[in-house]
């Protein structure tokens, strides 16, 4: 399970012309799954990004948390972050999990992160053609993978 966070300031997510998400501070979250994760990916996943410090103190330094900021989450599911361009120049997306797996687990990570953090959690539309719009805080972007933990 891969995870692209973006730190921002304002995002939102829109599906055939209604915004159906958005965030004013925050945390944007491109979520891929592939056919090999489970659960305890996505709790892993879960207890790095709700900890992880990317945000600034007072003396403009990254040492705070979403939770420290009281910031919000916007949790879009991409199966790009999956892409193979070893040969050739179309990606392959084989490594993607297929809906049928990928939907129970995507949903089980937005809720376990609203349950685990305490915070605001939109979202977009699974499978669904998205229009992200963000203004990248910092600019402030982090990949984490939960298949490389040591």
């Given at each position: 399970m891969r995870i692209l966070i973006q730190r921002s300031k304002t995002a939102s997510v829109v599906v055939e012309n209604q915004t159906i998400g958005a965030i004013t501070h925050g945390l944007v979250v491109l979520v891929g799954i592939e056919h090999?994760?489970?659960q305890e990916d996505?709790?892993?996943l879960i207890g790095k990004l709700v900890n992880l410090r990317i945000f600034s103190d007072e003396e403009g330094k990254m040492n705070l948390s979403i939770q420290d900021v009281a910031g919000?989450?916007?949790v879009i599911s991409q199966f790009t972050l999956h892409a193979s361009?070893?040969?050739g120049n179309r990606p392959s997306y084989i490594r993607a999990?297929?809906?049928e797996q990928a939907?129970?687990?995507y949903n089980y990570f937005v809720e376990?992160?609203?349950i685990q953090s305490k915070l605001p959690v939109e979202t977009g539309e699974f499978g669904a053609d998205m229009q992200v719009q963000l203004i990248n805080d910092g600019p402030v972007t982090i990949w984490i993978d939960s298949k490389n933990r040591e």
């Open positions: 090999e994760d489970t996505a709790d892993w919000q989450f916007l361009t070893k040969k999990a297929r809906p939907i129970p687990l376990q992160l609203n």
